[in-house]
């Protein structure tokens, strides 16, 4: 079997052959000149949210949790968050959800709006503060995704806000950059 | 001895608190908001009282609420922990009014303390060396600015209230100073109700040094050697250690003297902490008094051997302090590090949510301070920290190694944590040379990315649990009724 994973903005394509009992080999590659070839692997699952496995005679014990779109697996103290690039493919056009990437003005968590240094119609630059926020009695700037102009301010000093909400869109200049001499 | 105290404060705190208690034999009574329901803290102690909602002006600052629950469970005595009301002098106020004891200094000696500018000048009078800046407490911008220009930039903003790194902005320049003023301004008004700021000279290769103190009733006052707490992020410490690699032996005894020098000029009472700043030429400067139990306190108890909230509840209740300066002295070296809820990758902005798994590290010489556990939730409304991880060993380096190998068996699955951050700079060869600053973080690992040595394991880990719940859900259904245990699915193992 073939799988792509994601992590970040990485994908690594994991070819998976199980064998009989708690074995399987399996070839990963990160790029199409970078692959490893593991071959005797042994595994095992010890609890909802642990799995061992024998990877050239070495033990290793991952903690595993399932998530939206994917799962948190912590090894050695490293953390990551990987989804199977298929899968998220096929839920994706089953529920096409808006897109709020990485392009608009959201907070991260819950928050208060403290302050709005932009005012409608200002024009902006990337990484410019256009709102900050307080989240757990600290404040953080929210910035500019992109260079624009300040076409809507949605939201007023004191709103909660929630992630997903959009609080200030941004309208692209049509010429990115204005040379300047 | 007190034989019934409340604890004002939810969390790893309460829960460190509580712990004592119980050596001692002493009840205790949690108090709680709506958010914390099944927190660590309530299931801890011998009763509860629900104070209100989640929002902390309506619970855990609300002192009237929480002087009614005490008389109401006729708690003699109330700690207070750290935040919330540990350093407000009205509380302690209350609390006599009710005739219960405040397990923690005098309102005055808080009220001189909690106002920097005031310590500053008590310090100054009682010939403790001060950062050089301002000294009053309602500046003009154009007098900020004229002072900024005196001592040279870049220059700090701080708020006259408070603390905990809020309200503090770093000024490189002045065109950014009025606008650090502002934010900085407001930011001490949401926090501690005070938008009072003042000015002082910011030293970016400076340690951050501070120094235990007990005083008792009695007059007695000892300092329970150094901590050092010079890494921080966004100006609030995630690492600290005791030993301070950069503290000789003369230098710790001038700087423990000029502690127990400041604390007396402060007519204190009770543990208390008081904060150095070391430069580089190892000159020292006060920089301000904490009037309370302190964070990063297990350090010093692992290597001291001293239980600080024991002394401290032995001061509250009218003992004098069996300790003398020297009975005081220090076995290893102890390092702790604080695991927030929060990602390292995003400007460690919090990270809320439910604690779906929680396992701790174990062994000799580790120990963790925890207000979580499996399935409870880390709420939006309070300081995400989840617990204090601490290592105590013979050296620097034999503590460094315990503290990675702990953090590398330390799990929290359902919220983000530093920890993958953390192993990093206690791997760092500047950290491990010992060579530490305040702005440390930002100089060494302002860009950091997680290494992602384990990737194709991580990757492995995966696809095996995937497989695992196929061949689960596979199963279901048939003639095993038991879920399949890890002798089912583990195979044979050749170990």
Not at chain 1, 153 to 170: A, H, Q, R, Y
Not at chain 2, 29 to 45: G, N, R
Request: charged share 25%; proline share 6%.
């Amino acid at each position: 079997m073939e799988y792509n994973l994601q992590i970040k903005d990485k994908t690594i394509t994991v070819e998976m052959t199980l064998k009989q009992d708690c074995w399987l080999s399996a070839t990963i590659k990160n790029s199409p000149d970078d692959r490893t070839d593991y071959e005797q692997i042994q595994y095992g699952r010890i609890s909802d949210h642990q799995v061992r496995l024998m990877v050239n005679g070495q033990q290793i014990n991952a903690w595993i949790i399932d998530q939206t779109d994917g799962k948190t697996i912590i090894i050695g103290g490293e953390r990551f968050f990987i989804q199977d690039k298929d899968k998220l493919a096929q839920t994706q056009t089953l529920n096409p959800r808006t897109d709020k990437g990485p392009d608009q003005v959201t907070p991260p968590m819950p928050a208060v709006v403290i302050n709005v240094p932009v005012q409608l119609g200002d024009i902006v630059e990337k990484g410019d503060t256009v709102v900050v926020v307080s989240a757990m009695k600290m404040e953080t700037s929210l910035v500019a995704p992109h260079g624009g102009t300040i076409t809507r301010i949605g939201i007023n000093e004191g709103d909660k806000v929630m992630p997903g909400d959009i609080l200030i869109d941004i309208e692209k200049n049509e010429v990115d950059k204005i040379e300047i001499n | 001895m007190f034989k019934k105290i409340l604890i004002a404060n939810r969390g790893e705190i309460a829960v460190r608190v509580i712990q004592t208690c119980k050596d001692m034999n002493i009840k205790t009574v949690a108090v709680y908001s709506d958010a914390d329901k099944t927190a660590l803290h309530v299931l801890e102690a011998d009763e509860a009282v629900h104070i209100g909602p989640s929002d902390p002006s309506q619970s855990y600052l609300a002192m009237d609420k929480i002087i009614g629950a005490a008389l109401k469970t006729r708690a003699q005595a109330i700690h207070p922990g750290y935040g919330f009301l540990s350093e407000n002098p009205e509380f302690v106020e209350k609390c006599t009014q009710a005739e219960i004891v405040f397990i923690g200094p005098s309102a005055q000696a808080i009220r001189k303390m909690g106002d920097k500018i005031t310590s500053r000048k008590i310090m100054m009078a009682g010939g403790v060396p001060i950062t050089p800046g301002l000294t009053g407490s309602h500046h003009t911008l154009d007098e900020m600015g004229q002072k900024a220009d005196e001592i040279g930039y870049p220059v700090l903003i701080k708020a006259t209230a408070g603390g905990g790194g809020k309200g503090i902005r770093i000024v490189h320049s002045q065109e950014e100073l009025s606008d650090a003023c502002e934010s900085a301004s407001r930011e001490a008004k949401n926090a501690f109700g005070n938008p009072d700021i003042y000015l002082e000279k910011f030293f970016p290769r400076a340690r951050h040094i501070e120094f235990q103190i007990l005083a008792d009733n009695f007059g007695n006052t000892i300092h329970l050697l150094e901590r050092e707490c010079s890494i921080q992020r966004r100006h609030q410490k995630i690492i600290e250690e005791t030993p301070s690699p950069a503290v000789s032996p003369s230098l710790r005894e001038e700087m423990g003297n000029t502690a127990v020098t400041a604390a007396k000029a402060a007519e204190y009472v009770n543990a208390g902490t008081i904060e150095f700043l070391l430069d580089d030429q190892n000159r020292y400067y006060f920089l301000e008094m904490n009037t309370r139990l302190q964070v990063e306190h297990p350090v010093t108890e692992m290597i001291t051997g001293i239980d600080l909230v024991r002394q401290q509840l032995e001061i509250a209740a009218g003992n004098p302090l069996t300790l003398t300066q020297s009975d005081i002295s220090a076995r290893g070296h102890a390092i702790e590090c604080r695991i927030y809820a929060e990602d390292p990758e995003n400007d460690f902005f919090p990270s809320p949510g439910k604690i779906e798994f929680f396992k701790e590290p174990g062994g000799p010489g580790i120990r963790n301070d925890s207000g979580i556990y499996s399935g409870c939730t880390v709420p939006v409304e309070y300081d995400p920290i989840l617990s204090k991880l601490t290592t105590h060993g013979e050296t620097r380096d034999q503590t460094i190694a315990k503290m990675i190998k702990a953090l590398k068996s330390y799990i929290v699955l359902g919220v983000k944590t530093p920890i993958d951050f953390l192993i990093d700079i206690l791997s760092s060869p500047p950290f491990k040379e010992g060579d530490v600053f305040t702005n440390f973080i930002d100089t060494h690992f302002s860009t950091w990315k997680p290494t992602e040595k384990n990737r194709d394991l991580a990757c492995l880990a995966f696809l095996v649990d995937e497989v695992c719940k196929k061949k689960n859900r596979s199963t279901d259904g048939d003639e095993k009724k038991q879920p399949p245990g890890p002798f089912h699915t583990l195979g044979n193992w050749n170990l």
